[in-house]
């Protein structure tokens, strides 16, 4: 076999690259269409240059994350500004949406009660105390608002009165409050009495009704209203509605469960009536 | 220069530490627990305060500490007037007299007399509702509950107080 290919090796080596030549010019003599041999390199070929190609790739991408990392880190940290600042905008429209919304109810509240001297405040805290229900605002006696202003919705629902006063803040307490006392009309009838605080009805978000006239007659459901009797609440603003009736211990006098027309949780932003026209 | 003398730098050192201290619960109190509510109740942070006062401050310089803290608690609350202001100095006053012939300043001293302040404290407010309000037992829940969810924030106003005594001495 050595001497074989010692004698005739050159020869062999020729008819080899003669015949690889004669393939390739046969592959690529027809139109485009590869050839048997071309073919069968090709399939072998493939695979490999698909893994070349991908960890090519692969090495770029690691490049390429190496390379542009601080400044992808910039434009990322930009990004996050911008939409921080777009979130912020977006909140912002919709605080003042909803500051709007709550103006346009007071203007019709305004256009009923013309006698209505009103001050708007946000609530700013409320107490942390198991025995008061209470909240201070963020305005005081500096913008006009005195101690036993009645305080409400931008719907007309009683909130509370003010109870404390410095000068740029105010503690109001609400409607549910121990120490609470208002005078109402009850139902269709009118039948007065007095909304007070309880503070077994308190911690439940509610308020008693007691104090009714003689033979009045109360129901659940029955909306109460404020009687405007005395100087502190004007006439017909919306307390809430009865949820029971119930008698006192004796069995003699009936008092109603009153539920404000308002969740105080949701309080935001609330009117102190400055002044108001007393109806004798 | 007898104000210099009295003003010594350990003796600033004390009232900027205890001025913070009392700073600190009472934000802690008018804001985070303001918005933190177990059920339908509050935690009362102030009452273990003006136990640490007396038990690490001594009758006089508690009570003192003390004054200050129900003054601005009085303050804080729509509901009192001077209550806290009578309350919390006579706290720090008995249980500074307590420490200084009875009890010891450890953590489990400051947790009983914590937890009897905050019963006696409860019973007071409650004893405003129920001069004001009708019988009802929710008072006496209330000062339970109140009690309870307030020893787990005792624990904290404990160290402070501890910490700083034990770097003066």
Known sequence: MKDFIRKNGIKVGV???????LIGFGSVARNGQVGAGHNALGIV??????AVSSAVNWLNSIYGYLYNYDSLLAENESLRSQLADAQESAREGIAASEENRRLRELLNLREKHRDYVLESSKVVLWSSTNWSSAFTISK??????????????????????????????????????????????????????????????????NAKVSYLADNAQIYVGDEVLTSGSGTSFPAGLVIGTLTNVQTEAGGQIEFGILKPAIDYSDLVQVFIIKEFDVVE | MKLREYFTRERLRKIIFYALYMFIALVVQEIVLSGLRLGKYYAFLLP?????????????????????????????????????????????????????????????AYMGSAFIC????GLVQ????????????EVFVTVVVQTLISLPLAVLCYFPPMRFRESLS
Not at chain 1, 15 to 21: E, H, N, Q, S, T
Not at chain 2, 52 to 73: D, H, N, P, R
Not at chain 2, 83 to 94: D, N, Q, R, S, V
């Open chain 1, 15 to 21: 008819i080899v690259l003669a015949v690889i030549v």
């Open chain 1, 45 to 50: 070929k493939a695979p490999i240059q698909k």
């Open chain 1, 140 to 205: 005081g006696s500096s913008s006009g608002i005195e101690l036993g202003d009645p305080v409400i919705t931008e719907y007309g629902v009683l909130v509370g009165q003010v109870t404390e006063l410095g000068s740029s803040w105010a503690t109001v307490s609400t409607l549910i409050d121990v120490n609470m006392s208002v005078g109402a009309f009850v139902g269709h009838q009118e039948a007065s009495g007095m909304v007070v605080g309880d503070y077994a009805l308190m911690k439940n978000k």
């Open chain 2, 48 to 108: 273990s305060v003006a136990v640490a006062l007396g038990m690490f401050e001594g009758s006089f310089w508690g009570s003192m500490l003390a004054l200050v803290l129900g003054l601005f608690t009085d303050l804080m609350y729509p509901e009192t007037v001077i209550m806290y202001m009578i309350l919390f100095p006579a706290t720090a006053f008995t249980v500074g007299f307590l420490v200084r012939f009875f009890l010891n300043r450890s953590f489990l």
């Open chain 2, 118 to 121: 905050l019963i006696v404290t």
């Open chain 2, 126 to 137: 409650g004893l405003k509702v129920l001069m004001t309000d009708s019988f009802t037992i």
